[in-house]
């Protein structure tokens, strides 16, 4: 009798799937990575001018407009010189995301620390709201350049690893105020991080940036969605205290 063929195991192709996804994923990441930093001064005005006027590019253009032509012709460069560092544009996108990552990161750190342990927190969430907003008009192109991380698949996984290293900040800030788990202290910040930035989004895109009750109706709609975690204002929190909810 001829042997009957074997019969897959339940979800064998699926994990196969995963297996390969993740060794896809693994080969985009290193195919973003620089071909080399500029270490030189002259080098590195180049490498920021290149990322300059790929800012301003995005702006005027559109993510769809953007490619390493367009941006060693903007930038004024030979295209040898852009491939000199970037393999592709997707590598300048990253580098660019990168750089204003910093600034992003270091005004939501400045802006929103204590927010756990003050008495005053909403007055820090309108200071975050406004500086974020004064914030894009200092960095050209971001809420293109955000579009971009979010939808291409090769940037995707730098952009999610961004919002997870930030949010994980925040939920230790909100987690002081003892009235979140760790766990639940992390959906809460990325919640309030995302809508922040889409939000700030379609007040750039759709309105120029010059819609005050937009802005004032994001200030409205955070402190709303915090108040239930954090401190009633006038209440005193000990700094450290553990969370009661596990």
């Not at 994990?15 to 620089?34: C, F, P, Y």
Request: aromatic share 4%.
């Amino acid at each position: 009798m001829a042997a009957k063929p074997r019969r897959k195991l339940p979800g064998a192709a699926s994990t196969g799937g995963r297996a390969v996804a993740k060794r896809a994923s693994r080969k985009r990441v290193t195919d973003l990575d620089l071909r080399r930093a500029p270490l030189q001064p002259r080098g590195q005005a180049t490498f920021e001018h290149i990322l300059d006027a790929t800012a301003k590019l995005l702006d005027r253009l559109g993510l769809e407009g953007v490619n390493t032509n367009t941006i060693a012709r903007a930038a004024g460069v030979n295209i040898a010189t852009l491939y000199q560092y970037f393999p592709n544009k997707q590598a300048v996108l990253l580098a660019l995301f990168q750089r204003h990552l910093q600034r992003r990161t270091g005004a939501a750190r400045s802006l929103l620390g204590g927010i756990g342990s003050s008495t005053n927190w909403p007055d820090k969430i309108d200071a975050f709201v406004e500086g974020t907003a004064r914030l894009r008009a200092e960095l050209p192109g971001t809420a293109a350049l955000l579009q971009s991380m979010r939808i291409d698949p090769e940037l995707r996984e730098h952009s999610l690893r961004a919002g997870d290293e930030v949010s994980a900040w925040l939920a230790d800030e909100l987690a002081v105020a003892g009235r979140l788990s760790r766990d639940e202290a992390r959906i809460v910040a990325r919640c309030t991080l995302e809508a922040n930035s889409t939000l700030i989004d379609v007040w750039q895109m759709a309105f120029g940036g010059r819609n005050p009750a937009l802005l004032a109706e994001v200030k409205q709609m955070l402190c709303r969605y915090l108040a239930p975690y954090l401190p009633a204002p006038g209440t005193r929190v000990a700094r450290g205290r553990s969370a009661s909810r596990k």
